[in-house]
């Protein structure tokens, strides 16, 4: 093997092992929504080895996705080259994966930000789509806590209004 | 500098007062015990804005009305009290004062009574003219490319939504935080409305994109986009992160390739479903002073569909997108 193949194969492994170490989930999907990536996130995630998910549709896979409803998500990404974004506020989560941390985590689920960005093959055409999963469980936990901590708060100003605003009257 | 003369005989109150003004408003604030040492302030000039209580010993409210109308002295009033009787609400009125808060005071109401009167905005005007123009060959530069991404944005949600697409004319303006207010109050005053805001980045520029809906849309949003089931809440928030991601998505794609560059879009945040303006705008009020705005305004041909795209970009972004446009000032 010359040097300049072994860098390459050297560069193309590190990349491999980034793609499968990051903390994100990555999966890409082609027009068919069969898919052809599937990284070390979602592998642990899922329970679901590449070798096992590779070229089946994600529908199959997930009967949980609701198929018309990811379909029309993923159009204008396909035909637009636009990204398209789900929330956790919108769904909670698009593939029921368990709470990162299954003993101290309040949640059984893991909230999911979602990201759908086309990959642009060499002839300009978008072919494949890169799914990506974030895992945004604690930034839900806390916003849902925040919530009820401001209607409490709320209620209590009430109260506290109702008893003080007499007194002020007076004043005037 | 805009003076704003503070009339009440409690301290605890001239305090609460004083604290109701907007942050953002640069104003000198001066203090008066009763009325008598108002009439004096005034005099000297300092009360451009008088903010007045009416029960207060030596000289009451009314009689400080009644001096201002009587001596012609130039002030704007507004009465702060506790007495709501309607009655004293109609005689402060035909004593000439603007409006008339009821204590306590909340600087919610407080500030919304300055946007309505325009009084911040006067200040703005006459203090700082400079801020508000912007270079007009640079504004046509912007509004021209904003132009262009329109065009092919709308063409794209043409195809992709059956739809004809009425373009809007971009307004191009360097704003400052409280103007943004009066720039979205038209909506307010018809409408609640739903917001997302996005933020994007690309090399040296970074900015975010407002998406506003008015809630009198979602019915025929969702018939534009196919959707048989009923519009609750939940179904509410899928129809304007669709919408949003076409509009905010093919706008900026359309922007960051004539500026040949990339911009990686930040998670959407939803601001809130029927809110008013004002309270989307106040959660992120201070953290930024002046931008430039780029505001679209969409309507669809048949169709009761009103959405406002605003993009903002920091004031260190435009140099970076001068730059990068500066090819099209060329002769």
């Known amino acids: 093997m010359t040097d300049e193949a072994l860098n390459d194969l050297t560069e193309f492994h590190w990349m491999m092992d980034m793609l499968q170490t990051v903390d994100v989930g990555l999966v890409v999907l082609n027009r068919e929504f069969e898919i052809n990536l599937w990284n070390g996130f979602m592998e642990s995630h899922s329970g679901l080895l590449p070798s096992q998910v590779r070229g089946k549709s994600l529908f199959a896979l997930f009967p949980e996705v ?9 159009r ?19 593939l029921r994966f368990p709470n990162y941390r299954p003993i101290t985590g309040t949640e059984d689920y893991m909230y999911q930000n979602i990201t759908l960005s086309p990959l642009v093959s060499t002839t300009g055409k978008v072919e494949n789509i890169c799914m990506m999963i974030y895992d945004v469980t604690d930034v839900a936990v806390g916003k849902k806590v925040l919530e009820s901590t401001q209607v409490i708060l709320s209620e209590l100003n009430e109260k506290v209004a109702e008893k003080t605003v007499p007194a002020n009257r007076v004043n005037d | 500098m805009y003076s704003v003369l503070i009339c009440d005989d409690s301290l605890v109150a001239r305090k609460q007062v004083a604290k109701c003004l907007p942050e953002d408003w640069e104003v000198a604030v001066h203090f008066a015990k009763h009325g008598e040492e108002a009439i004096a302030a005034l005099k000297e000039g300092k009360g451009q804005l008088l903010l007045l209580d009416l029960n207060m010993p030596v000289m009451d409210g009314y009689q400080v009305l009644e001096t201002i109308q009587a001596q012609g002295l130039k002030t704007t009033v507004i009465v702060i009290s506790g007495d709501i009787q309607p009655e004293a609400h109609e005689r402060v009125k035909r004593l000439g004062a603007l409006d008339f808060i009821e204590k306590p005071i909340k600087p919610a109401t407080f500030e919304k009574l300055l946007v309505k009167h325009r009084i911040t905005q006067n200040q703005q005007e006459q203090d700082k003219p400079e801020l508000a123009s912007l270079d007009p060959e640079i504004r046509d530069i912007y509004q021209e490319i904003t132009n262009i991404a329109m065009g092919q944005a709308g063409d794209h949600l043409a195809r992709i939504l059956n739809v004809f697409v009425k373009l809007p004319i971009p307004n191009v303006n360097l704003i400052e935080a409280s103007e943004l207010h009066m720039m979205l109050q038209d909506i307010e005053d018809k409408d609640t409305v739903s917001g997302i805001c996005q933020g994007f980045v690309g090399p040296g520029i970074c900015g975010e994109a407002l998406f506003i809906l008015s809630d009198s849309s979602f019915n025929d949003v969702a018939k534009i986009l196919n959707i048989s089931e009923e519009v609750d809440d939940q179904m509410q928030l899928e129809l304007l992160m669709d919408a949003a991601n076409i509009l905010i998505g093919t706008c900026l794609n359309g922007l960051a390739s004539q500026l040949d560059m990339h911009f990686s ?7 809130g479903q029927h809110r008013n303006i004002t309270e989307l705008i106040n959660i992120n009020k201070t953290r930024w002073r002046r931008t430039l705005a780029i505001e679209l305004s969409y309507g669809l041909e048949g169709y009761q569909v009103h959405c406002d795209l605003v993009l903002l970009v920091t004031e260190e972004s435009m ?11 060329e002769d």
């Not at chain 1, 609701?66 to 993923?74: D, G, H, P, S, Y």
């Not at chain 1, 035909?79 to 698009?94: G, H, S, T, V």
């Not at chain 2, 879009?265 to 601001?271: K, R, S, T």
Request: aromatic letters at 14%; glycine letters at 2%.
């Open chain 1, 66 to 74: 609701n198929e018309a409803w990811f379909r029309n998500k993923a």
């Open chain 1, 76 to 94: 204008p990404v396909f035909e637009l080259k636009n990204r398209a974004f789900i929330i956790w506020e919108q769904r909670p989560f698009l």
């Open chain 2, 265 to 271: 879009q930040g998670h959407p945040e939803v601001l």
């Open chain 2, 319 to 329: 140099e970076t997108m001068n730059n990068k446009l500066s090819h099209l000032l």
